[in-house]
């Protein structure tokens, strides 16, 4: 079965399409405790990035990268 919802990119807000490159990555909200060994709890949201746009964090969400897809 298919992925088919939409995702939009956090970077640059535009729809990211199956038959682009992107990134998945984790979304936290930075003003709680985080660390990098972070386990993923329930509620933890995932984003797709293009590849180009990834960043490590954007106001106040941090992102820790799952996986690469090339496509």
Same mark, same amino acid.
């Given at each position: 079965? $298919?992925?088919?919802?939409?995702?939009?990119?956090?970077?640059?807000?535009?729809?990211?399409?199956?038959?682009?490159?992107?990134?998945?990555?984790?979304?936290?909200?930075?003003?709680?405790?985080?660390? +990098?060994?972070?386990?993923? *709890?329930?509620? $933890?949201?995932? *984003?797709? /990035?293009?590849?180009?746009?990834?960043?490590?964090? +954007?106001?106040?969400?941090? /992102?820790? +990268?799952?996986?690469?897809?090339?496509?």
């Amino acid at each position: 079965m $298919s992925d088919q919802r939409i995702h939009t990119c956090p970077g640059c807000g535009q729809p990211v399409r199956p038959d682009e490159d992107y990134v998945v990555a984790l979304e936290h909200d930075a003003e709680f405790e985080f660390t +990098l060994h972070q386990t993923r *709890r329930d509620g $933890s949201t995932e *984003r797709r /990035f293009h590849v180009e746009h990834f960043r490590r964090r +954007l106001g106040g969400r941090v /992102f820790t +990268l799952v996986q690469v897809q090339d496509t």
